[in-house]
């Protein structure tokens, strides 16, 4: 199995930016496709972007879609989540997610998470 382990979070003002990484271990990282997610206090976890095995392809959820962009490096084994004009409501604990089996938008496509990393944006 592949071991996830995210960076990057902390506090930022809002318009700031923040850039979350996710180094993974244990397995080939080129054999997994990668997303984020984000879970804010009292609320499910939601979809935020999701990347290919090899890159070629990716999506942003369109709520963030301006502002965040995902990336892979498979040469150093992590997945990017670039985060722009960050607001409030992007509060949340974020988290990456890898699956050898599917490219899904639900939490239940992928099969391996990282621990998460607290993102908070202040006004």
């Known amino acids: 199995q592949v071991q996830l382990v995210e960076s990057g979070g902390g506090l930022v003002q809002a318009g700031g930016s923040l850039r979350l990484s996710c180094a993974a271990s244990?397995?080939?990282?080129?054999?997994?496709?990668m997303g984020w997610f984000r879970q804010a206090p009292g609320k499910e976890r939601e979809f935020v972007a999701r990347i290919t095995k090899s890159g070629e392809t990716s999506y942003v959820t369109d709520s963030v879609n301006d502002r965040f962009i995902i990336s892979r490096d498979n040469m150093k084994n992590t997945v990017y989540l670039q985060m722009n004009s960050l607001k409030p409501d992007d509060s949340a604990v974020y988290f990456c997610?890898?699956?050898?089996?599917?490219?899904?938008?639900?939490?239940?496509?992928?099969?391996?998470w990282g621990q998460g990393t607290q993102v908070t944006v202040s006004s």
């Open positions: 244990g397995r080939t990282f080129s054999n997994y496709n």
């Open positions: 997610a890898a699956s050898d089996r599917t490219y899904g938008l639900r939490s239940r496509d992928y099969d391996y």
